[in-house]
């Protein structure tokens, strides 16, 4: 019996459904929902729509998605509400930035119905009314800022907007997910003067590490500088060290040669026939010594006495034994 109704009802819904636009619809779209369903006693209300029910011209209650029954004659479909997400296409209008430039501007609105009684009974038009609210506040908050602000703060101004709509749409059960501008027009005239802007920046740019570049080779170049003399005076100031600390071996050198010279001199004298070598290497040096005078120079001082070799030898031996006596003198007192 049910299987029968269904049918019947099924073929009466084909035979008497009439076109009827969707809330939702703009003419330029051409979305046409489909028609009014009729009362058939059983309806089968499809997955994410609401269809609002009248009684007796009231609002009687909303099908829910599935199996319903309706009274015939006494209640009737007035609605069908979509519960996806809607896009609508917000028209493109003109907007006056902060600085007085006319920009072009159209955007898209994404959005959702959350109460299908306050989206039916709550406003005549949503649609319209959502899309004039989006356009006058788009508007509203372009006039805040300036044309350079309006393409750095894409997001902050979609934020601001969809903000605007949610505040006014709450009663009419309607909910802005999202606002999206999708182009923004400048005249001519302005967008060649953003281009010479852009490119005086790019120039400003390229001066400015032009510049930085020439001050840090200059930098280089100077540190490069002080340091070569840094190196250069330590290097001289260590070849000092150096030369210095070798002419101080090279005397104590010869300070320890001479004194080890006098040491062994000391211990020939006190060997046997020393004095007889003493004497005999004093007068060689005597000779040696007056065969190279007057070679250097045409001055000579010669000694009174100057053919007396004798006179010199004793004079060393008299010295030996000054020295000699020095020594052991030395030695008493250690």
Known sequence: MLRTLCRSGGALLRQTQRPVPRLWVTPAQQRWASSLPMNTVVLFVPQQEAWVVERMGRFHRILEPGLNFLIPLLDRIRYVQSLKEIVID????????????????DGVLYLR??????ASYGVEDPEYAVT????????????????????????????????SINQASDEWGIRCLRYEIKDIHVPPRVKESMQMQVEAERKKRATVLES?????????????????????????KAEQINKAAGE??????????????IRMLSAALTEQNGNA??????????????????????????????????????????????????????????
Do not use: C
């Open 90 to 105: 917000v028209p493109e209008q003109s907007a006056v930035s902060l600085d007085n430039v006319t920009l072009q501007i």
């Open 113 to 118: 119905i959350l109460d299908p009684f306050k």
């Open 132 to 163: 004039q609210l989006a356009q006058t506040t788009m508007r509203s908050e372009l006039g805040k800022l300036t044309l350079d602000k309006v393409f750095r703060e894409r997001e902050s101004l979609n934020a601001n907007i969809v903000h």
């Open 212 to 236: 930085e570049g020439t001050r840090e080779a200059a930098i280089n170049v100077a540190e490069g500088r002080k340091q070569a003399q840094i190196l250069a005076s330590e290097g001289e």
């Open 248 to 261: 101080a071996q090279a005397v104590l050198a010869k300070a320890e040669a001479k004194a080890e010279a």
């Open 277 to 334: 070598a003493a004497s005999l290497s004093v007068a060689e040096q005597y000779v040696s010594a007056f065969s190279k005078l007057a070679k250097e120079s045409n001055t000579v001082l010669l000694p009174t006495n100057t053919g007396d070799i004798t006179g010199m030898v004793t004079q060393v031996r008299t010295l030996k034994k000054e020295i000699k006596n020095l020594q052991n003198h030395i030695w008493a007192i250690k």
